[in-house]
């Protein structure tokens, strides 16, 4: 299993931008899906974005296509969200998880679990 500590968070106004980056620590292989997840108080844990690091496939939820982009170090040892046009809809902790191959918008689904950044998104 990975090790995974998120970074990035940050309060910003509404339409500002961030970047999250997910760094995997004993990372020794390309065979991982890197997810991101994010949950608001007093809702469930969302699949926001995914990709597979051997695989290049990627995923998006459909609320943040077009402003969210997920992408890879060089070493794909590390795996940013970039987030554009915030909106206060985007506030909530996100972490990041990894599973074995292949994307799962499911987060029983991802065994390796980071802490959490928060993201705030101010009106």
């Known amino acids: 299993q990975l090790q995974l500590k998120e970074s990035g968070g940050d309060m910003v106004q509404s339409g500002g931008s961030l970047r999250l980056s997910c760094a995997a620590i004993g990372f020794t292989g390309d065979y991982y899906a890197i997810g991101w997840f994010r949950q608001a108080p007093g809702k469930e844990r969302e699949g926001v974005s995914c990709i597979s690091i051997r695989y290049g496939t990627v995923y998006y939820t459909d609320s943040v296509k077009g402003r969210f982009t997920i992408s890879t170090n060089n070493a794909r040892n590390t795996v940013y969200l970039q987030m554009n046009n915030l909106t206060p809809e985007d506030t909530a902790i996100y972490y990041c998880?990894?599973?074995?191959?292949?994307?799962?918008?499911?987060?029983?689904?991802?065994?390796?679990w980071g802490q959490g950044t928060q993201v705030t998104v101010s009106s």
């Open positions: 998880a990894s599973r074995k191959y292949y994307c799962s918008t499911d987060s029983p689904d991802f065994d390796s």
